[in-house]
């Protein structure tokens, strides 16, 4: 598979015949390193001003080798999929790192250039069994759906069109480098992805390439709303038109509270379903306590029972959650994708439809 053209095509044909699966958590497994300083600065931000250490997305430039590492454990656990480590990866979330638009293109392009290596590298290792590269595409802190000042409901720290120009700079970049696909994930605020989509469509519109785009929410606790308010059918109703490989939801919640949602998209959306369950809930110390095995065997459930497309972890999850998960749903038949009647479908916080 020389071309990208022909990975998608191996992407669209392996969803037909198995559930595929992500990666697990990065953050988990990059704390596990017990990184210092240094090892985010590297020899580049050796004299930058402020603090780099907890920014994740930095060591695409500055420690590379612990990046493809990762990529390589989730690949060896089974993942079809790996995600480019650029989840805040734009210059709006990046300011708060004093980094530079240079340096944010710099880490996507790098990111996923890294994450391309990779998966080349397993592609050829094991050609029937290929692996790929999703453009991993975060959440701002910086909503365009919710007031930044209680006291007056107009405020925002952002316009749409500064969201929609860091997004476009990210998905230019993550394709330079190399993406089978774009992964908008983790989303709370349905018009920041809504930004993100614009950026995608505009870019192939003025020639780049094509690629699936997979969308992933999150449901922020059991209202069943995420965080800008809507339920799972209103946000399938209000990205619906980029016409997803997937959608799906990721994130905040386990398994077990997670999967009314994903049956609720299952029985409406017309594209893969896709999900990626933290470790379940965490502790009072902030740590995920659900053990590979609990977190596969909620799974397998969810596949045995025809709601998913594709399976991976969020966080916590590590490369033996996802080795677990994949050997439980290892020749189970993914979800058919339903016929739906046409329909105006429509959507506020809630979903509204004119047969």
Known sequence: M?????????????????ILILDGSWGVMIQRRSLDEADFRGDRFAGHNGQLKG???????????????LHD??????ADISETNTFSATTIAQDDYRLSLRDCIDINREGARIARRVADEWTAKEPDKPRFVAGSIGPL???LSMSSDVNDPGARLVTFDEVYQAYREQVQALYEGGVDLYL?????DTLNCKA????????EDEGQEALPIWISGTITDRSGRTLSGQTAEAFWNSVRHAKPFAIGFNCALGADL?????????????????????AGLPNAMGQYDEQPHETAHELHEWARDGIVNILGGCCGTTP???QHVADEVKGVTPRQIPERPKALRLAGLEPFELA
């Not at 020389?2 to 198995?18: D, F, M, P």
């Not at 920014?55 to 590492?69: E, G, S, V």
């Not at 908008?184 to 709370?188: D, K, P, V």
């Open 2 to 18: 020389t071309t990208r053209a022909n990975r998608i095509a191996a992407l669209k044909q392996a969803a037909k015949e198995r």
């Open 55 to 69: 920014n994740n997305d930095i060591l695409c430039l500055t420690r590379p080798d612990i990046i493809a590492d």
């Open 73 to 78: 454990q989730y690949f060896a656990a089974g």
């Open 141 to 143: 802190n910086k909503m």
């Open 184 to 188: 908008i994930e983790t989303i709370t």
């Open 196 to 203: 993100a989509i614009k950026a995608i469509l505009d870019l």
């Open 258 to 278: 997670m999967r009314p949602y994903i049956a609720e998209l299952a029985r409406v959306a017309d594209c893969l379903v896709a999900a990626y369950p933290n």
């Open 320 to 322: 033996d959650h996802i």
